[in-house]
């Protein structure tokens, strides 16, 4: 029987997570010593603001992926609603994706540090 809808969409969602991020970020987001960030601490804060959510789109391992702009936003709506578990989450959209990728981060770890600063005031 093939899944269909939501359910073939959270799939591939899935799929394409362990295919392209979980090499760095692991299966459960939680990242690797001296690699790859714990997706899930402050996950729900970035999810909550514009900047955060610009983080997840533009991160070199998102914005450089062959993945499609509508196959990176179910991939991060995977990862809000499996890995970070914040299911109130606004859903990304094909379109969100396609406003912010262009825009490249050159200094992740920078970049991610200040944001933590900024929205765990």
């Given at each position: 029987m093939q899944a269909t809808?939501?359910?073939a969409q959270s799939n591939s969602a899935r799929i394409n997570?362990?295919?392209?991020?979980?090499?760095c970020h692991s299966a459960d987001g939680k990242g690797s010593a001296g690699g790859a960030p714990d997706m899930t601490l402050y996950g729900k804060e970035f999810l909550q603001s514009a900047p955060g959510r610009r983080f997840f789109i533009q991160v070199p391992g998102s914005s450089n992926s062959s993945?499609?702009?509508?196959?990176?936003a179910d991939v991060l709506n995977f990862i809000a609603s499996e890995l970070i578990q914040y299911n109130?989450?606004?859903?990304?959209t094909e379109t969100e994706v396609e406003?912010?990728?262009g825009t490249k981060i050159s200094n992740v770890v920078?970049?991610?540090?200040?944001?933590?600063l900024e929205l765990v005031r």
């Open positions: 809808g939501v359910l997570y362990l295919l392209n991020c979980q090499g993945l499609s702009n509508l196959e990176l109130e989450a606004i859903q990304f406003q912010y990728r920078e970049t991610r540090n200040q944001l933590i």
